[in-house]
């Protein structure tokens, strides 16, 4: 049986797992203790708990469980980790550099450093969405102090060269920052082999419930520190006060301990299903897949449909599929994904783009009926699309002087 | 975003899709908007050269439910009017009768604007002085 409507916008978050939602329910009620109190049986076991998802979080990553901060979600991980290495390293230097292509939490974070009077490079990134290792290196400077580029890109699923990113920044004596919102679970992240120093995750991108993520802090080789950016009662070895998410917590371990044993297997389905509906779509004429196809997660693609409009486009099957288009007509902007522009894509290109972002409960009847629905819109909205009657009659877009508008 | 149900009708259904002759001289094609900006609209109007009464309006158009919309509405509208009864089509008019939100208010203007366009044209064609318009508020 088809299930509708058919979610494919996991890339903006995730239903919770139900083996996730069930080891979470007794932290609201027999177990609602409170993990700091110390001397009675509610403290401990919410602090047993505690232990115990902070192993098997730690454990997905090949981390120390020491080395999880648990945090309320990965904008907070990206803010804490960058504005908490800029003010905890300051005496070595204020130069950080990052990708124009990162998340909007490490983008305006950065904005934010540069008016505390920090510098930072925004490296651009090649068509394909993957940054130029050599002009990495070439931007290290001796006040350079943290590498932020994020682990896969939430728009396109380009998987960035960490390990070699990483090497560049232990050869110069730089910090590795990375944002693995999208990766963790899709793809084996591991931050020994991936030599990773700071890293944010999140559990709402893998099954797990909103409201709990979590920063990977190195404590050896180097061993890292960032300044807290929430002061209080000094949790989380100092650097995230507040007291602890319980139930989160828990639910964030069991999705990753579940994500650790069926990641290879649900990859490997998904990349599948991902397969079977890019190669479909692409069937259809003038139809690009956006960044690079090869070192990309496995659940995602990203395609263009030229000359219909995103948004239009998703208006023909909203209510049965839900996924994101990188048209922005809704935002008062109307500037369309900064991330599609970065690839040197063309504005209406970028306004053509549509998000598949599959997930662990996506079925292949859904995949196939996404197919025939968006092959069927856009092949009407083409009949409606003047831009597609003056490609096919040879006419050349750009010669025509558009309005400004 | 949820879109009204005249506006979904319109998407759904849409009115006068289609082309008519640009090269003949009782057919006025207004072309506006940009495909960096998301949204370019065709409107074509056919005017008896008699009566001055638009008998057939066309249109295409690449961008959003509410750009489609627009532009569907504004070809029923423009059926059986005369040129200078078209004119007086305002962008408001357009937002209320589709209950438009304020960030696609673009819409309708670019709809009024390819009306405007589209008379000029057929004004040009005919030997007429183009209209001068006021600059739209909205661009």
Known sequence: MLKLPVYLDNNATTPCDPRVVEAMVPYFYENFGNAASRNHPFGWAAEEAVDYAREQVAQLIGADPKEIIFTSGATEGDNLAIKGVFEMYASKGNHIITATTEHKAVLDTCKHIEKLGGEVTYLQVKADGLIDLAELEAAIKPTTILVSIMYGNNEIGVVQPVREISAIAKKHGVLFFTDGVQAVCKIPVDVQKDGIDIMAFTAHKMYGPKGIGALYVRRKNPRVKVTAQMDGGGHERGMRSGTLNVPGIVGFGKAAELARLEMEQDSKRLSGLRDKLESELLKIEESYVNGNREHRLPHVTNISFKHVEGEGLMMGFNKSIALSSGSACTSASLEPSYVLKALGLGDDLAHSSLRFGLGRFTTEEQIDYTIEQVRNTVLKLREMSPLWEMYKEGIDLNSIEWAAH | ?139
């Open chain 2, 1 to 139: 975003m949820a879109y009204s149900d005249k506006v979904i009708d319109h998407y759904s259904n849409p009115k006068n899709v289609g082309t008519l002759d640009k090269a003949s001289k009782s057919v006025g094609t207004g072309l506006v908007g940009a495909p960096e900006c998301g949204d370019v609209m065709r409107l074509q109007i056919e005017v008896d050269d008699q009566t001055g009464v638009i008998r057939d309006a066309k249109f295409k158009t690449f961008g959003c439910g509410s750009a489609i919309a627009s532009s569907s509405l504004a070809t029923e509208w423009l059926k059986g009017k005369t040129v200078d009864q078209a004119l007086t089509i305002d962008n408001m008019t357009i937002v209320e009768e589709l209950n438009l939100p304020p960030v696609k208010i673009h819409c309708s203007v670019l709809a009024e604007d390819a009306i405007k366009a589209a008379i000029n044209d057929y004004r040009a064609k005919n030997g007429f002085e183009a209209i001068k318009f006021e600059e739209s508020i909205v661009h």
